[in-house]
């Protein structure tokens, strides 16, 4: 029985109590199936690519298991087999009705396949859990859950207004430009009449590392998401010719075509012109490079020696301000580049540590790299849940072995 072998658990016991659909913590060697007709699972994975699955349908779904390039030859034993067991069974959700009539249901239910012949497997209700299970329950007891949307506003004052706790409506006067939150909890500036002479003051929004993302709308219209970890200074009013904003971090931009007063976003490694676009911006200090990936329209790039021209569906990487823009298809990229606005993780042969930098702005954690192993993942999967469980999911695949300490997380081999 080598470890790449699936193993199905039918339970259609689920189904016949009308338990609901919920996100079990599986391991690589098991993958739950919920009892279901062939065309119901197509017409499921169909609403998912709409983007018209309810939670309950997506979380189903979302029980991926993140794939690494190592192939696996090495066997399982009888102890690893019941430590798989045993997690899915404690994953299920508790229910008040009496185990003498529930069991003959998982009895009958629950079977795996190994090799040509049917092993049936019965578990009782483990009262304690194996070892292997008690040692992972020690090192995530400190857990850390992913923080709600919070954002400081800093007005041209330098005074600062904490987002998260301030209520809906009015929020400031800016020379005259009023700054409201609306009931989305996205900010937006309604511009003062006949500001055309005003003068430019500055306003800076900042979303802390662990603050999710926060939404703008410009005095212009042009609309801003930000992400933790991320900055953007900007005028209250764009005056004369050139809208210029200041970018630390990432950002998605959807910017409001005004003719004859162009676009740029400022950042560490160099400038982007707006052409009419929607694009994301990622300049984060401690990332090797500088990402510009297009949805749609075009920009210009431009750094201390070199400009480049960026069209709908490619993406520019600037390593640094005076090495060359090297521009690429998206296709392959553009998608885990974007995941992020739509409160997603998605690693496409991703590095280890670049994925442990995104956690670090995400959860608002310190990471120890001295003994991060050079291995890469494929997987998607949702910002909402704890550390613990994205952690969780990255030992299943990956020889590396990780231990939650308050707000520092250490990394070891397995």
């Known amino acids: 029985m080598v470890r790449n072998q699936i193993y199905i658990l039918l339970f259609d016991f689920y189904l016949r109590h009308n338990h609901s659909l919920r996100v079990l913590t ?3 060697n098991i993958i739950v199936l ?3 007709e062939k065309e119901d699972i197509q017409a499921l994975l169909k609403k998912y690519a709409e983007g018209k699955c309810n939670e309950a349908e997506k979380a189903w779904l979302e029980t991926w298991y993140i794939q690494d390039d190592q192939d696996y030859s090495g066997e399982l034993t009888e102890e690893e087999i019941g430590i ?24 009958a239910a629950i079977f795996i396949l190994i090799g040509i012949g049917t092993l049936f497997v019965f578990i009782n209700s483990p009262k304690k859990l194996p070892l292997a299970l008690q040692l992972r329950e020690e090192r995530f007891k400190n857990d850390v859950q992913p923080i709600n949307r919070q954002a400081i506003l800093t007005l041209s004052n330098g005074s600062e207004l904490i987002l998260d706790s301030t209520h809906t409506g009015f929020l400031a006067n800016q020379a005259g430009t009023k700054i409201y939150k609306n009931n989305a909890g996205e900010l937006f500036y309604e ?17 802390p590392k662990g603050g999710g993302i926060y939404r703008l709308i410009l005095s212009d219209g042009s609309k801003v998401s930000l992400n933790a970890g991320s900055s953007l200074t900007y005028p209250v009013e764009f005056q004369g010719k050139l809208r210029k904003v200041k970018l630390q971090g990432e950002a998605y931009f959807i910017i409001t075509h005004i003719r004859d007063q162009k676009y740029v976003i400022q ?7 707006d052409l009419g676009t929607e694009f994301n911006v990622m300049d984060y200090e401690n990332e090797a490079a500088m990402k510009v990936t297009l949805i749609k329209g075009s920009v210009k790039i431009r750094t201390s020696k070199n400009s480049r021209i960026v069209i709908q569906g490619q993406q520019a990487e600037i390593m640094d301000s005076g090495q060359p823009i090297n521009v690429s298809s998206s296709a392959n990229s553009g998608s885990s580049n974007l995941a992020w606005k739509n409160g997603e993780f998605q690693f496409d042969d991703e590095e280890l540590s670049h994925i442990l930098r995104q956690l670090e702005r995400w959860y608002d954690i310190k990471v120890d790299y001295v003994n991060v192993p050079d291995i890469h993942f494929k997987g998607q999967i949702s910002r909402k849940y704890t550390l613990s469980h994205v952690l969780g999911l ?5 020889d590396v072995k990780f231990t939650i300490n308050g707000k520092n997380v250490s990394v070891t081999d397995k």
């Open 84 to 107: 798989d067991l045993n997690e899915v069974f404690c994953s299920l959700p508790k229910h008040t009705v009496e185990k003498r009539r529930i069991w003959p249901y998982i009895s």
């Open 191 to 207: 511009r003062a009449k006949n500001s055309e002479n005003a003068k430019v003051i500055y306003n800076m929004l900042t979303v």
């Open 26 to 28: 599986v391991s690589k």
């Open 34 to 36: 919920l009892t279901m």
């Open 394 to 398: 990255l030992e299943k695949t990956g």
């Open 267 to 273: 950042t560490a490694r160099g400038e982007i012109e």
